[in-house]
């Protein structure tokens, strides 16, 4: 059973910077995943952030984040990484971790099968 695992959420202002790792567990071959981030604000829909083929390294940002966030991976320590400059208050949101395998890039979160319990980062103004 694959398990995903997000770390590194919390409190910052406006402007900081945060980055979030997940840690995938239970792989069959890391290198055969594509990874997403997703978040939820509260009484919204989860929305796609980022999302990364670890066999490449190929990425793909939401208009919202580009620029800002930069999505990578280390296929040794099989995590992937969520680097978050220049933070908003409208960043403030749930953040998840999410995997697939075989796939490529994709940005609907209905095509990853396994999910984190999510990361809180709150920005405050």
């Known amino acids: 059973q694959v398990q995903v695992e997000e770390s590194g959420g919390g409190l910052v202002q406006a402007g900081d910077s945060v980055m979030l790792s997940c840690v995938v567990s239970?792989?069959?071959?890391?290198?055969?995943?594509?990874m997403g981030w997703f978040r939820q604000a509260p009484g919204k829909e989860r929305d796609f952030v980022a999302t990364?083929?670890?066999?490449?390294?190929?990425?793909y940002y939401s208009d919202s984040v580009k620029g800002r966030f930069t999505i990578s991976r280390d296929n040794a320590k099989y995590t992937v990484y969520l680097q978050m400059n220049s933070l908003k208050p409208e960043d403030t949101a749930v953040y998840y971790c999410?995997?697939?395998?075989?796939?490529?890039?994709?940005?609907?979160?209905?095509?990853?099968?396994?999910w984190g319990q999510g990361t809180q980062v709150t920005v405050s103004s």
């Open positions: 999410a995997a697939r395998y075989g796939g490529g890039l994709s940005k609907e979160s209905s095509r990853y099968r396994y």
């Open positions: 239970g792989r069959r071959t890391f290198d055969k995943y594509a």
């Open positions: 990364i083929t670890l066999s490449t390294g190929n990425t």
